[in-house]
């Protein structure tokens, strides 16, 4: 079982920074893959970004490649996702996962309770 936390969201403006951290509790940190998945209310969680459980692979949206860096820290088991230029349309409920490495939220088996991001035009 693991229990994982998001943090660091907020209210910013366009153009400006952010990162976010996710916080994880329970066993096998160290063989889960790790993602941030966002999703705005009614619509599909949608894939950010992922890493792999070395951290040596990672894979991202397109509309956030260059933008957004997915890293990780197994000895303090936690992942962040480091926003820049941010865009009004990235406002969203941004959502930590373990599983499987992928851009499928199907293959995530462990979700956070998500942390808010706006960003103001």
């Known amino acids: 079982q693991m229990q994982l936390v998001e943090s660091g969201g907020g209210l910013v403006q366009a153009g400006d920074s952010l990162r976010l951290s996710c916080a994880a509790s329970?066993?096998?940190?160290?063989?889960?893959?790790m993602a941030w998945f966002r999703q705005l209310p009614g619509r599909e969680r949608e894939f950010v970004a992922t890493?792999?459980?070395?951290?040596?692979?990672?894979l991202y949206a397109d509309s956030v490649k260059g933008r957004f860096t997915i890293s990780r820290d197994n000895a303090k088991n936690t992942v962040y996702l480091s926003m820049n230029s941010l865009r009004p349309e990235d406002t969203a409920t941004y959502y930590c996962?373990?599983?499987?490495?992928?851009?499928?939220?199907?293959?995530?088996?462990?979700w956070g309770q998500g942390t808010q991001v706006t960003v103001s035009s």
């Open positions: 329970g066993r096998g940190f160290r063989t889960y893959a």
């Open positions: 996962g373990a599983g499987a490495f992928g851009s499928s939220s199907g293959g995530y088996g462990y």
């Open positions: 890493i792999g459980y070395s951290g040596g692979s990672t």
